[in-house]
């Protein structure tokens, strides 16, 4: 178990390794750097001294470095223009875009990011393994059917569109706004009681916007698998025993059909983190994604660069999670056999 | 009907259950299907009710219409179930319990168990069997877990598990099929029920397996005297078990009364035809069988068969000492490797025209066999060689086109008919589909050849646009069989072609091989784990045991004088339908007759000591002996 872990360990390490590598590929691909655009446009206007400011600026940044110096210097195995300061000492970067270092820009997103996207995952699991139960066990009732069609109209709507019309219609009816993350006269206070009461209100819409569509596909899944489970013998052989309806799905059919998505957790973090852009934009939420969204447009490459290699942490991570969790559900995987 | 008692002699007490013209229905995609049309039988304590018929016959149905654990679409029409515990308590009709209501509950699992043809697929791979079984006993008596386990512990080595205290920890995946089996009946029977109701218990096992698991039944029947319903498709096993039997055709009862009446004076028709289509022992080297519907081979289809096989008696297909190590690797957390040898030095030779029968249980190598026969993957050692005409030639030699032409020349039928036809293509796909392959003719040909190919295996030409789930069992593996024949190949494998099929088809397509062999001077490799199959189809048999051919004689010298301890044991668990040939119990369940360490000297074969090596003790009868190993290459095989 141990040197299965540490194998683990070494392989993730060695993933991240490339998939930094890439980001930092992919970032620097287009021609320039975020300062240079900066000081072409400062010559255009003819003002010579910020230019030569930002031409300094570039050389303290090291923006005037070859690609793979700049490369090495941010994931921190070499010097950059002020010592080893990379991802690896823990220093992320200076983001030119906010004039601020980039753990204070997206500090607090971050964390909002993961409250709300952890809400999402909770919602989508209570919304939908229940619905899903309800219409494996009952296939081709009127149940089943109204379900089935909220799940294809909730897979089919945008998130975006949805997210407009219940910003407009909540507001028109109801009188509420529901964008942003919290009532704005708390924007600037520490954390009290009223304050995580207006966070708590405002997260229901974005949780039911983002998630409505997962929870869709969830219901649509978890009801096949649970169809297949279902039909096999031992869920027979368990009601031969004189067990429960309800026990006797939840113990045997209803575990077998967990695997997959407990196979999911390793792309569903990710994807959180990064798939509700549109929605986050749309109900001006202070999430990563529009930050994301910004700072790749601009090209302001440790920004970005911190933002992408954080889902991959969470990509790498999810799946070890899902791995050991598969591991601790189904000994068929941990003893390495069949059956 | 009505049942004769009066041989028995005495007041029988009032049966354990009887069933009154029961009739279940299912809702079809097609209107209402009557699966169990006024069905009548009664089960008594401490006796054995074989419910005998073939698939599609209704008795599985009644038996989990008796647990009211029908599917959705399925529903008790009219009829009763009356249940009288014999630990008292007034009669209950099952019939008009409420199917998921807490009475039927009480009943399931407490007074009235089952077990399952699948001991795969019964058993949760995901809770450990100890979990399993112990879920019965919590549930009807509400003992606490310690408890609980010491029964299930005296349960477990009742039925003959060694290390009880293991077990309970023990995951399903783990134990082998009659293990599992094993493990399904200490389920069954933990809450020490009244009727035990056990739906093809050994289909899906070895023959020694099933010798076992049939005794294990028997002796815990008569300590506990429970009434037991045997639902089975197996006329050897039915006449081994049974007290009385019912036989029933398309939901209805043909025919019942106790066992000596049935096999001695059959009556009805069907009863009659269904006796007369399972292979025995005893049969003339030239008897047919006779299936309940024989397939006519078109004879102008043979015709066009182009194949030209070899004389007969020259030598088509070899192996010689071939042999195969498989790595494993044992678990992703605990990295340990193990070397498992899958074949050791077989040698074997098919003689054009003739079928070589392989017989063995799960496990022996009989399909890595076949699989290096079709370079499906290639031997440590040994060769494979292939007469094609021009002489035996090696197989694993074999480059471009002359590969090609061994793959056409060699071809294979499989188990499971199920699996083995894609259900996204037509029949006329699936017959054209080789021919397209390997370029033969234009597309009028093979439409030609196709026609030619039904006609074969006696199908209807309408059968071509039609897809395989419209066909059943028997009619999918004739299908298969024509997709072997397309090519024109001259030597068939063979593996296990009728082990799913019912006995009435299995012995159509028994005589569709039989003929098919006769018309063409096809050769076949004949694998089965039934003796009494390969009796009938081959003339040279051979044994295999853990990768080991222990025995090889022609036919009728390895029936009549069996050598090798672990052929006597084979031959000694094969259940005959012949009231005059019972099973000895007592000699199966000592076990340990499959593996090579026990064996009595000289058989006696030790993994990396000892080396396998034939001994011809009477002419053309080989048995297998051991020889000193070449101590390095035998080492390494461990």
């Known amino acids: ?145 109204a379900a089935t069609l909220v799940g294809y109209i909730g897979l089919a709507t945008p998130n975006f569109l949805l997210a407009l019309i219940l910003l407009f219609y909540l507001n028109r009816w109801f009188g509420i706004s529901i964008g942003g993350m919290m009532d704005p006269r708390f924007a600037n206070e520490g954390m009290s009681w009223a304050k995580a009461q207006s966070i708590a209100s405002h997260l229901i819409a974005p949780v039911v916007v983002i998630g409505l569509s997962g929870t869709a596909a969830m219901i649509r899944r978890m009801r096949a698998n649970l169809l297949d489970e279902l039909q096999k013998q031992y869920t027979v052989t368990a009601r031969a025993k004189g067990l429960k309806p309800l026990p006797a799905l939840l113990k045997y059919p209803f575990r077998m059909a967990l695997n997959p998505f407990v196979a999911d957790i390793g792309n569903l973090l990710p994807h959180l983190v990064s798939g509700s852009v549109l929605v986050s934009l749309v109900l001006s939420l202070p999430t990563v994604g529009p930050v994301l969204l910004q700072a790749l447009k601009q090209q302001d490459q440790y920004l970005a660069g911190f933002i992408l290699m954080f889902v991959a942490v969470l990509t790498v991570v999810g799946m070890l999670i899902s791995d050991l969790l598969l591991a601790t559900l189904d000994p068929r995987i941990r003893f390495g056999k069949r059956g | ?135 019965a006993l919590v549930i009807h008596r509400k003992v606490d877990r310690a408890v609980a386990d010491k029964e299930a512990m005296a349960v477990f080595e009742r039925v003959g598990f060694r290390d009880p205290k293991r077990m309970l920890t023990t995951y399903p995946f783990e134990l082998s099929g009659g293990m599992r089996q094993r493990a399904m009946i200490a389920m069954a029977l933990i809450c020490k029920p009244a009727l035990l109701i056990a739906d093809e218990p050994t289909t899906a096992l070895d023959v020694t397996t099933q010798a076992q698991i049939l005794a294990l039944i028997k002796e815990l029947q008569r300590e506990t005297g429970m009434g037991v319903l045997l639902i089975t498709h197996d006329l050897g096993v039915v006449a081994n078990m049974a007290d009385e039997i019912v036989v029933m055709y398309r939901g209805e009862v043909m025919e019942r009364g106790m066992r000596e009446e049935i096999f001695r004076r059959p009556q009805h028709p069907y009863l009659k035809a269904l006796m007369r289509a399972v292979p025995r022992f005893d049969m003339r080297p030239d008897e047919r069988l006779t299936p309940i519907r024989e397939i006519k081979v078109d004879a102008a289809a043979l015709e ?124 006329y796909d699936i017959l054209a589909e080789p021919l397209r392959v390997h370029g033969i003719g234009d597309s009028d040909a093979q439409f030609e050849r196709v026609k030619d190919l039904l006609g074969l295996v006696g199908l ?179």
């Open chain 1, 1 to 145: 178990m141990i040197v299965y872990l540490l194998r683990r360990f070494v392989t993730m390490a060695m993933t991240l390794l490339l998939i930094s590598a890439l980001v930092f590929l992919v970032i620097k691909l287009p021609p320039g750097d975020y300062l240079s655009n900066q000081i072409d446009e400062l010559r255009a206007q003819g003002d010579a001294a910020a230019a030569a400011k930002a031409e300094f600026l570039r050389h303290q940044y090291g923006l005037d470095l070859p690609v793979w110096r700049q490369y090495l210097a941010w994931i921190g195995v070499m010097p950059g223009p002020s010592g080893f300061s990379g991802l690896l000492q823990g220093d992320w970067g200076w983001s030119f875009e906010f004039q601020k270092p980039v753990n204070e820009v997206v500090g607090t997103s971050l964390g909002l990011t993961v409250l709300v996207n952890i809400a999402v995952v909770v919602f989508i699991h209570l919304i939908a393994i229940p619905i899903a139960i309800y219409s494996a066990t009952r296939q081709y009732s009127v149940g089943d059917y």
């Open chain 2, 1 to 135: 009907m009505e049942k004769k008692d009066a041989g028995r002699g005495t007041a029988l007490q009032e049966p354990l259950v009887s069933i009154r013209d029961l009739a279940v229905e299912f809702d079809g995609d097609a209107g209402l299907v009557h699966a169990v049309r006024g069905v009548s039988f009664d089960v008594h304590a401490g006796r054995t009710l074989a419910v005998v018929g073939e698939s599609g016959s209704g008795k599985s149905v009644t038996a989990n219409a008796m647990l009211r654990l029908l599917p959705r679409r399925g529903r008790i029409g009219r009829g009763s179930i009356v249940f009288r515990d014999p630990s008292g308590g007034a009669p209950v009709d099952i019939a008009t319990l409420d199917a998921d209501g807490d009475g039927i509950r009480q009943l399931r699992g407490g007074r009235i168990a089952m077990i399952f043809q699948e001991p795969m697929t019964s058993l949760s791979p995901l809770h450990t069997v100890g979990d399993q079984v112990t879920e």
């Open chain 2, 304 to 427: 066009h068969g182009a194949a030209k096989p070899l004389p007969a008696g020259r030598t088509v297909l070899e192996v010689s000492g071939v042999t195969k190590t498989f790595t494993l690797r044992a678990g992703a957390f605990f990295g340990k490797t193990e070397r498992i040898s899958a074949l050791s030095n077989v040698s074997l030779s098919i003689p054009s025209g003739t079928t070589v029968g392989l017989v063995g249980e799960s496990g022996s190598g009989k399909t890595t066999l076949s699989k290096i026969i079709m370079r499906a993957m290639g031997p440590d050692t040994g060769t494979v060689r292939f007469d094609d005409g021009a002489g035996l030639r090696d197989v694993f030699a074999l480059r471009g086109a002359e590969l090609k032409a061994y793959r056409r020349a060699v071809q294979f039928v499989f188990q499971d008919p199920f699996s083995s036809l894609d259900p996204r293509m037509t029949v």
């Open chain 2, 460 to 638: 209807d030409q309408r059968s071509m646009r039609r897809y395989p789930h419209s066909f059943s069992g028997g009619q999918r593996q004739r299908i298969g069989l024509a997709r072997a024949m397309a090519l024109n190949p001259s030597v068939i494998l063979c593996d296990e072609p009728t082990s799913a099929l019912d006995v009435s088809v299995q012995a159509q397509i028994l005589n569709l091989l039989k003929d098919l062999q006769a018309a063409l001077g096809l050769s076949y490799l004949f694998v089965s784990h039934n003796l009494a199959v390969v009796d009938y189809m081959a003339s040279e048999i051979a044994v295999m045991c853990r990768g080991v051919i222990v025995e090889q004689a022609p036919r009728a010298t390895l029936f009549r004088d069996p050598r090798h301890p672990y052929t006597q044991a084979l031959l000694a668990a094969v259940p005959s339908p012949d009231l005059d040939h019972p099973l000895h119990f007592e000699r199966v369940v000592e076990g340990g007759f499959s593996n090579p360490a026990e064996w009595a000297p000289p058989f006696t074969l030790i993994p990396g000591e000892t080396c396998p090596a034939m001994v011809e003790v009477a002419p053309r009868h080989f048995v297998c002996m051991a020889a000193e190993a070449p101590a390095p290459l035998m080492r390494a095989a461990s």
